[in-house]
Nanobody, 117 residues
Framework: QVHLVESGGGLVQPGGSLRLSCAAF????????MGWYRQAPGKQRELVAD???????NYADSVKGRFTISRDNAKNTVYLQMNSLKPEDTAVYYC???????????WGQGTQVTVSS
């Protein structure tokens, strides 16, 4: 059973930085796409960034140039470095992993990121 453990959320001032981590357990994640979604109050969940097992990345236009996704396959961990944070980045951030041979998706419990002065 796949289990995802997120950490790194919190409160930060505009212009600040945070780093989210998501450790995955219960499978061999070399064949998974790993990424992050977010959901702000009253809005739909949206893709922030993801990375394939081959290292290809995909970013939402709103975070390009500010956020960087990376993964450590030896640790089954995906990271999201968030710089130049804006109030509109405030949301619950969810780790997501997808087993590509079957497109089976798993979700973390979510971590709150609040950008406010």
């Amino acid at each position: 059973q796949v289990h995802l453990v997120e950490s790194g959320g919190g409160l930060v001032q505009p212009g600040g930085s945070l780093r989210l981590s998501c450790a995955a357990f219960g499978s061999i994640f070399s064949r998974y796409t790993m990424g992050w979604y977010r959901q702000a109050p009253g809005k739909q969940r949206e893709l922030v960034a993801d990375m394939t097992s081959g290292g290809s990345t995909n970013y939402a236009d709103s975070v390009k140039g500010r956020f960087t996704i990376s993964r450590d396959n030896a640790k089954n961990t995906v990271y999201l470095q968030m710089n130049s944070l804006k109030p509109e980045d405030t949301a619950v951030y969810y780790c997501n992993v997808v087993y590509r041979p079957t497109n089976t998706a798993y979700w973390g419990q979510g971590t709150q990121v609040t950008v406010s002065s």
